[in-house]
């Protein structure tokens, strides 16, 4: 009996301390998890953190870019409207012109070019007569143009050529010297787009002001 008893008081120790195991293995095993949720939860709010300042950069960036882009469609608009006022004010001048302010614009535009080609010296074109083509002007009108031009020059011997399908009337008359050597052209129209050019960023910001540059 008592080999029996000492039998069942050491298998309810052993069950006890078995008991207290469990307890302890479980008390642990809830602490690690709690532990491993723990630092799950940082890690997780440390990547969202992170994701976020991407994000959040990424919008700025893609704000930034698209803010630029409107700017920029914006100056595009708004040059290619103010060249198109440009344009329709140089073409309402033209057109405007009476013929004889045309032939003397004209006269000018080409006397001008012509002393800048050949620096006042105009021997050569007695050696070598250049040809010359001409629309929209009369006879008279060229004449006029010519002898304005090379006031010394006996030009009854260049090779002139009228160019027809021109409206005289047109205040887009125009007139070219070919030389061996050079071409020079004079036109009220093509001397009005080339100042447009030469000018174009001045005269942009004056017509668009601090929103031009």
């Known amino acids: 009996m008592e080999e029996l008893k000492s039998t069942e008081l050491l298998d309810k120790e052993i069950e006890n ?3 207290k195991k469990a307890a302890s293995i479980k008390k642990n095993a809830l602490l690690t998890v709690e532990k491993t949720k ?6 997780l709010e440390t990547e ?3 994701e976020k300042i ?5 919008v700025a960036a893609y704000k930034k870019e698209a803010s630029a882009k409107l700017l920029l469609d914006k100056k595009r608009f708004q040059c290619k409207t103010a060249g198109n006022r440009l344009k329709e004010a140089v073409n309402t001048f033209l057109d405007s ?20 080609a050949f620096n006042g010296d105009f021997s050569v ?13 009369s006879a008279a009108e060229l004449n006029a143009i010519l002898g304005a031009a090379f ?8 090779q002139i050529t009228e160019t027809p399908a021109r409206n005289s009337s047109n205040p887009d008359a125009a007139l070219i010297l070919d030389t061996h050597s050079t071409r020079i052209t004079a036109s009220c129209s093509a001397e009005a787009n080339e100042i447009l050019l030469d000018k174009r960023h001045e005269l942009m910001q004056t017509l668009l002001g601090e929103n031009y540059a």
Not at 38 to 43: G, L, T, Y
Not at 104 to 109: A, G, K, Q, S, V
Not at 125 to 137: E, G, I, R, W
């Open 17 to 19: 301390d078995a008991v």
């Open 151 to 158: 006031p010394c020059v006996d030009f009854s011997a260049w």
């Open 54 to 58: 991407k994000f959040d950069s990424a």
């Open 125 to 137: 074109l007695t050696d070598f007569p250049p040809s010359v083509f001409y629309y929209s002007l």
């Open 97 to 116: 012109m009476e013929r004889k302010e045309i032939v003397f614009l004209l006269e000018r535009i080409f006397s001008l070019r012509t002393q800048k």
């Open 48 to 50: 969202i953190a992170k």
């Open 38 to 43: 723990h630092e799950w939860q940082k890690r």
